[in-house]
């Protein structure tokens, strides 16, 4: 038993087995105990480790276009807050963290690669300064026609995530961190919120502010799921009010998934009622099969108000609970990948809904991910890489930052702006996330 133990962790038959069981004291050799401590240690695999060699190639190239294309509109964000939208470009360097650039990577490489969207200036002073090109300035303009446009179905969504949680009230930090995945505004914060006081309004309690409901809508208190069964005539009418439901979910298997083995295990999931995500679950046990069901069904809403079909996990797991979910999500998600994906690309985990995507593609794009679409194409990145070999590094992010290109820069004649040393710090509260570690542990077995 200890030689095999010994071969499956990498030690070869050049081990002299006669004398690699006992010391002449009769205890036993270091080796073994490194052996027995290293097994003991790693008996809880991590879950990068457990998915590792069952990616989606598709969807990971859709993650991969997700990661430029989210650098890229958090610089745009940082410069449109700024009084004429342009930033010396060593102050650029401050939100690094934010604009989730490797340590390798300069902040100038990446804004060079795309000089359709960002210009370089010199100023008489020799400060290189930053701002938009005319055709960014266009594409900002439609993001504001966009958004404006999508706003009142935002109202629903938002109105929606509180009629789902149990205090029918949300942290507004919580809500915001689904700013960009759900197209809300960017005065979210500001004025948005108090924009509709009949369907929702801040309350401060403990001195944070929450969102409140104000007034229940039966009419939307009707999942996407449901919607779906009743236009495609599976059902025939909708219930009068949340309750029990017997919809299955619509379910895209990865290759590597063998179907054949677990098939009595996923149609015995799919015929299991479960409770409504508008519905009271203060009665649920925890840990039974009704909780994790109506677990998944509150993921497949929140993921189906996404614009973009798929979020980042660490925003799910804060609201456990809020939305009384179990708070090994990760297990959960993983364990039906017909219905979920789970990428780990980089710092940050995502998660995407099988059903709403072909390949790479998303099926249903709505005009602000086709806005986005525009911005990517805009960007150093043209596809030149057809494969992606490995996901421990990020080959689009590599294509599109390359330090030996042209670095000439256009000088022009700009006035030094003597309060650029006075610029605050912009903290992109939308796009927080967690340590990689924070995540492992979170997730952990």
């Given at each position: 038993?200890?030689?095999?133990?010994?071969?499956?962790?990498?030690?070869?038959?050049?081990?002299?087995?006669?004398?690699?069981?006992?010391?002449?004291?009769?205890?036993?050799?270091?080796?073994?105990?490194?052996?027995?401590?290293?097994?003991?240690?790693?008996?809880?695999?991590?879950?990068?480790?457990?998915?590792?060699?069952?990616?989606?190639?598709?969807?990971?190239?859709?993650?991969?276009?997700?990661?430029?294309?989210?650098?890229?509109?958090?610089?745009?964000?940082?410069?449109?807050?700024?009084?004429?939208?342009?930033?010396?470009?060593?102050?650029?360097?401050?939100?690094?963290?934010?604009?989730?650039?490797?340590?390798?990577?300069?902040?100038?490489?990446?804004?060079?690669?795309?000089?359709?969207?960002?210009?370089?200036?010199?100023?008489?002073?020799?400060?290189?300064?930053?701002?938009?090109?005319?055709?960014?300035?266009?594409?900002?303009?439609?993001?504001?026609?966009?958004?404006?446009?999508?706003?009142?179905?935002?109202?629903?969504?938002?109105?929606?995530?509180?009629?789902?949680?149990?205090?029918?009230?949300?942290?507004?930090?919580?809500?915001?961190n689904f700013r960009r995945d759900m197209g809300l505004p960017y005065d979210f914060r500001q004025t948005w919120i108090h924009m509709f006081p009949e369907h929702f309004k801040v309350v401060?309690?403990?001195?944070?502010?929450?969102?409140?409901?104000?007034?229940?809508?039966?009419?939307?208190?009707?999942?996407?799921?449901?919607?779906?069964?009743?236009?495609?005539?599976?059902?025939?009418?909708?219930?009068?009010?949340?309750?029990?439901?017997?919809?299955?979910?619509?379910?895209?298997?990865?290759?590597?998934?063998?179907?054949?083995?677990?098939?009595?295990?996923?149609?015995?999931?799919q015929k299991r009622n479960y409770l409504s995500p508008y519905a009271d679950a203060t009665g649920l046990m925890p840990g039974s099969q009704e909780f994790d069901k109506r677990a998944v069904?509150?993921?497949?809403?929140?993921?189906?108000?996404?614009?973009?079909?798929?979020?980042?996990?660490?925003?799910?797991?804060?609201?456990?609970?809020?939305?009384?979910?179990?708070?090994?999500?990760?297990?959960?998600?993983?364990?039906?990948?017909?219905?979920?994906?789970?990428?780990?690309?980089?710092?940050?985990?995502?998660?995407?809904?099988?059903?709403?995507?072909?390949?790479?593609?998303?099926?249903?794009?709505?005009?602000?991910?086709?806005?986005?679409?525009?911005?990517?194409?805009?960007?150093?990145?043209?596809?030149?890489?057809?494969?992606?070999?490995?996901?421990?590094?990020?080959?689009?992010?590599?294509?599109?930052?390359?330090?030996?290109?042209?670095?000439?820069?256009?000088?022009?004649?700009?006035?030094?702006?003597?309060?650029?040393?006075?610029?605050?710090?912009?903290?992109?509260?939308?796009?927080?996330?967690?340590?990689?570690?924070?995540?492992?542990?979170?997730?952990?077995?």
């Open positions: 038993m200890l030689r095999r133990g010994l071969l499956s962790l990498g030690y070869g038959s050049n081990i002299s087995w006669s004398s690699a069981y006992l010391n002449r004291d009769g205890s036993y050799p270091n080796l073994v105990y490194t052996v027995f401590q290293k097994r003991w240690m790693t008996r809880h695999r991590r879950v990068q480790d457990r998915s590792k060699k069952k990616r989606v190639h598709d969807l990971e190239i859709a993650t991969e276009c997700w990661k430029v294309v989210s650098k890229i509109l958090t610089i745009m964000e940082v410069l449109r807050k700024e009084p004429e939208q342009v930033i010396p470009l060593k102050l650029l360097e401050r939100y690094r963290q934010h604009i989730n650039l490797s340590k390798q990577h300069k902040v100038e490489d990446f804004i060079r690669k795309s000089p359709k969207l960002f210009e370089l200036y010199r100023d008489t002073k020799g400060v290189v300064w930053c701002g938009f090109t005319e055709k960014a300035e266009d594409l900002l303009e439609q993001e504001a026609r966009l958004l404006e446009d999508h706003s009142q179905k935002n109202v629903e969504y938002v109105t929606r995530l509180l009629m789902m949680s149990v205090d029918k009230r949300l942290h507004v930090n919580k809500i915001a401060r309690v403990d001195d944070d502010e929450y969102l409140q409901l104000m007034s229940w809508n039966p009419s939307w208190a009707v999942t996407e799921l449901e919607k779906k069964a009743m236009a495609a005539g599976v059902i025939a009418e909708l219930q009068p009010e949340p309750g029990v439901l017997s919809l299955p979910f619509p379910l895209k298997f990865p290759r590597y998934y063998k179907v054949f083995r677990y098939g009595e295990q996923i149609e015995h999931f069904a509150i993921m497949h809403e929140i993921l189906s108000f996404t614009i973009e079909k798929r979020l980042v996990t660490d925003h799910l797991t804060h609201f456990r609970r809020e939305f009384v979910m179990p708070q090994k999500l990760m297990r959960l998600l993983l364990k039906h990948c017909g219905i979920f994906y789970v990428s780990e690309k980089g710092k940050r985990f995502s998660v995407f809904l099988t059903e709403a995507y072909d390949c790479s593609e998303l099926i249903d794009k709505c005009s602000i991910v086709q806005w986005k679409e525009k911005v990517l194409k805009l960007t150093g990145y043209r596809g030149r890489r057809k494969k992606i070999k490995t996901y421990e590094s990020s080959d689009f992010e590599n294509d599109l930052i390359d330090r030996n290109h042209d670095k000439e820069i256009a000088f022009v004649e700009v006035e030094h702006d003597e309060s650029v040393d006075a610029i605050d710090d912009i903290f992109i509260t939308d796009e927080s996330e967690m340590d990689i570690r924070e995540v492992y542990d979170a997730y952990e077995d």
